[in-house]
């Protein structure tokens, strides 16, 4: 099973499952899938009710990798400790195994780092991230930091990969974890996609996953509304593309993206 080493040792399964407005039985799907890397935030709302289907499993809090995110009005020295201790409550548990800051904030990022950094030290979490971070927002903290960041998580996808910051993040040893890997459904359509999945006997899903673990990228997508989706996204490991269809995948027609850039007013996408 391939499996992503991060720079300071903790290892990764190949595919998370994203809980952005996830319910608690598609999380308890994600679960019964074999799914045992959770991606949540304080933003979602919802990890208690992670906590509530971990504990329904009947399997140990040790054996998944949970992942949650500071939400920006929580940056600033004097705010995170108060607000990692509430995302501990609500996923009660006692540590994180990946705890990012969820969006850049000029002014911010560096401060808010340094209390990150004495929460790994007392091994209150077990790798750092930045979510949403361009590369020149990634550069003070690169410049600064006493603990590296592990993780990066952007929007990537067929048709929309962030080649710039892929290179940035790979050329650190940071992983680099894409979020919306199925572009919200966009990719489900592309005629490209859909060659491929004939070609490979897979779904479009599958393809667009797969594309993902080829570039090196540790894809998130959304827990299902059904189990057959969701196993079907986690075997999705096991396609391997061939280079000159990954080299189309790359240069694709753009497909689109979710509208938010992290300096920029949001752009409604219909
Ligand atoms: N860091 C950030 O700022 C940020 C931002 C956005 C998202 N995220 C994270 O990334 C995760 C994934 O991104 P996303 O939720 O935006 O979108 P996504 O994973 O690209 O797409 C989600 C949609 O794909 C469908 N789907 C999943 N597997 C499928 C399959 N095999 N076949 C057909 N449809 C399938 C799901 O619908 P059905 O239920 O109908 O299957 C769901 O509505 C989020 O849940 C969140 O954890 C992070």
């Known amino acids: 099973m391939k499996t992503f080493t991060l720079n300071n040792g903790l290892k990764l399964p190949a595919i998370g499952i994203g809980t952005y407005k996830a319910e608690l039985d598609a999380i308890t799907r994600a679960i019964a899938a074999g799914c045992k890397y959770l991606d949540t935030a304080a933003k979602y709302g919802n990890e208690n009710v992670i906590a509530q289907a971990i504990s329904s499993s009947g399997l140990k809090r040790e054996e998944f990798i949970i992942a949650s995110k500071l939400w920006k009005s929580d940056m600033g020295k004097d705010n995170v400790n108060s607000a990692f201790n509430r995302t501990l409550e609500n996923l009660r548990t006692d540590y994180v195994d990946v705890y990012f800051i969820h969006w850049p904030q000029t002014g911010l990022n560096v401060e808010t780092w340094r209390v990150l950094e004495e929460l790994y030290s007392q091994g209150k979490i077990r790798a750092l991230g930045l979510s949403n971070f361009l590369p020149y927002h990634a550069e003070e903290i690169m410049r600064t930091c006493k603990v590296q960041p592990s993780v990066a998580q952007l ?90 269809d990954i080299m189309r995948i790359e240069n694709m027609p753009p497909l689109g993206w979710g509208g938010e850039h992290p300096d920029r007013e949001r752009v409604k996408i219909s």
């Open 155 to 244: 929007e990537f996808h067929a048709g929309h990969t962030q080649a710039f910051a892929l290179r940035y993040y790979q050329e650190r040893n940071i992983v680099l974890q894409a979020w919306s890997p199925l572009a919200r459904g966009r990719i489900f359509n592309d005629e490209l996609i859909l060659e491929l999945s004939q070609k490979y006997h897979a779904t479009p899903a599958q393809i667009s996953l797969a594309f993902c673990l080829a570039e090196n990228v540790m894809p998130i997508p959304r827990a299902s509304s059904t189990l057959e989706r969701l196993r079907e996204n986690l075997m999705s490991e096991n396609i391997t593309l061939s280079p000159e």
